[in-house]
Each structure stands twice: as structure tokens, then as C-alpha cells.
């Protein structure tokens, strides 16, 4: 846990220990969703979701985190993942390069959508996540996590 104990100064006491235990899934690995993905992952997190259709694009270099000259033309889902397991490699992460279907919450026990469309997609399905729905909203710099819990 020593990876993690800053992690622990700023966050309410025996928190990341219940987070670690949730299973994750975010949707939509752009600007908002790849700091987001990181951010949960540098937290501690250990189990994601991960969905995305897009591969990155010489134009995601100025905003998206998993964007780099290197990654240009690969899937988004494979890009996060491999730098998420750079971090910790203890992470499990499902990818899905494809839009969001109702298999791919997987069990997840918090749900992060990161824009209005995913928003609705997710609405649509009529599922309720175990834990918590979290919106990730813009400005990317500022990210800010809001997790409703039962």
C-alpha cells in the first residue's frame, strides 16, 4: 500500500481500502475519461471497465493523457490499459473497443460516464450499478469526481 499512502492523506480514513475492493467502469477514454482512469488508478483502484470505439488521433495529443506521437492509430482502450498497468501492475482491466452495451457494466460496482451521450446510453439500459454512478465532467484539468453511494 505504500504506492498509495499519499493517496491516504487526502482522502477519508479506510476509503481507498473500500475502493480497491469496486470494480470500475468508465466510459469513454478521452480528454475526461483517460485523467479520470488515471486518477482512479493512481488512487488505488484495481478493477476496471474500460470502453471506448476510437483510436488515438494526432488531434488527442493537445488534450487526452494516453495521447503521444507513439500511440497515434491505436485503440484508446489498449493505450489506457497498457499505461494503467505501468503504474500498478496489479490492476485488472476488461477492455471493450466498441460502443457501450449492457454486458459491458460486467458486475462493475461504480459507473463513470464521461460526456451527455454516454450519460443517456447508460441511462438507457436501465441498470443500476452495486456501488455508485460517478459524472465526469469538463474542464479536463479539474476533474471531479462526484460518487453517489446507496
Not at 476510437?54 to 487526452?64: H, K, Y
Not at 497515434?72 to 498497468?85: G, M, Q, S
Amino acid at each position: 500500500m505504500e504506492r498509495f499512502s499519499r493517496s491516504m492523506l487526502v482522502l477519508p480514513d479506510n476509503s481507498i481500502n473500500v475502493l480497491k475492493t469496486k470494480k470500475v467502469a468508465i466510459f469513454g477514454i478521452g480528454g475526461v475519461g483517460s485523467f479520470t482512469l488515471e486518477t482512479l488508478a493512481r488512487t488505488g483502484i484495481e478493477n476496471f471497465v474500460i470502453v471506448d470505439n476510437d483510436t488515438v488521433s494526432i488531434t488527442n495529443i493537445n488534450r487526452q493523457i494516453i495521447a503521444t506521437t507513439s500511440n497515434i492509430d491505436k485503440y484508446k482502450v489498449d493505450v489506457a490499459r497498457e499505461r494503467i498497468l505501468d503504474i500498478n501492475p496489479n490492476v485488472i482491466v476488461k477492455t471493450y473497443n466498441t460502443f457501450v452495451t449492457k454486458v459491458m457494466l460486467d458486475n462493475s460496482e461504480v459507473v463513470c460516464y464521461t460526456g451527455n451521450t454516454r450519460k443517456q446510453e447508460v441511462s438507457n439500459m436501465n441498470v443500476e450499478p452495486n456501488f455508485g454512478f460517478c459524472f465526469c465532467a469538463l474542464p479536463a484539468a479539474r476533474v471531479i469526481l462526484k460518487i453517489d453511494t446507496p
